[in-house]
T-cell receptor
Framework: ETGVTQTPRHLVMGMTNKKSLKCEQH?????MYWYKQSAKKPLELMFVYNFKEQTENNSVPSRFSPECPNSSHLFLHLHTLQPEDSALYLC??????????????FGAGTRLSVL | AQKITQTQPGMFVQEKEAVTLDCTYDTSDQSYGLFWYKQPSSGEMIFLIY??????QNATEGRYSLNFQKARKSANLVISASQLGDSAMYFCAMSSPFSGGYNKLIFGAGTRLAVHP
């Protein structure tokens, strides 16, 4: 148990559906992250939130919409996705995103399949 | 541009033997951090070990040690006395600055380690 919980663990959705991924951290951290892990590709950072403010959007398509209502919760709203968006989506949190040595704690991920 | 390279897509090791997973990095920053994470089939990324660029001693955490060679820009992970539970994907990562003075992690492609009994 790392203190970062992601739900659902698995999600299958059609291209016209709207769904949301949820991440909750119980570590008292101030920064939260969304990563995408596709088959045979390195993890790609999608979004960073620090104290509920978005500090990084790594050129992510608008069909992915993050929301961070407070420092403990992070959502990723999905709509009109494409089959190539099928991947493992990982959430992480850290005390702060500034230090070189800041340790990110990851959740177990949501495995998304887009049909 | 910052980059992490893991040249071994897959590695095999006999139980109780030691194994080295390779990682090289490219950066023009003077200050950076290097991390190793383990990802079992369950998907969760588990932190193993950290090395700061100014640390003179190689980092160690139990059976894990990081062989840091700054001039060669390498940060290899050494797992001693391998166990069956060590079978997983292993990712090398580096902290890299982005906008606003923040750091982000850049990951390598990973190495899949299989431990045989």
């Amino acid at each position: 148990e790392t203190g970062v919980t992601q739900t659902p663990r698995h999600l299958v959705m059609g291209m016209t559906n709207k769904k949301s991924l949820k991440c909750e951290q119980h570590l008292g951290h101030n920064a939260m992250y969304w990563y995408k892990q596709s088959a045979k590709k390195p993890l790609e950072l999608m979004f960073v939130y620090n104290f509920k403010e978005q500090t990084e959007n790594n050129s992510v398509p608008s069909r992915f919409s993050p929301e961070c209502p407070n420092s403990s919760h992070l959502f990723l709203h999905l709509h009109t996705l494409q089959p190539e968006d099928s991947a493992l989506y990982l959430c992480a949190s850290s005390q702060d995103p500034v230090s070189d040595g800041v340790l990110q704690y990851f959740g177990a991920g949501t495995r998304l399949s887009v049909l | 541009a910052q980059k992490i390279t893991q040249t071994q897509p897959g590695m095999f090791v006999q139980e109780k033997e030691a194994v080295t997973l390779d990682c090289t990095y490219d950066t023009s920053d003077q200050s950076y951090g290097l991390f190793w994470y383990k990802q079992p089939s369950s998907g969760e990324m588990i932190f193993l070990i950290y090395q700061g660029s100014y640390d003179e001693q190689n980092a160690t955490e139990g059976r894990y040690s990081l062989n840091f060679q700054k001039a060669r820009k390498s940060a290899n992970l050494v797992i001693s006395a391998s166990q069956l539970g060590d079978s997983a994907m292993y990712f090398c990562a580096m902290s890299s600055p982005f906008s606003g003075g923040y750091n982000k992690l850049i990951f390598g492609a990973g190495t899949r380690l299989a431990v045989h009994p």
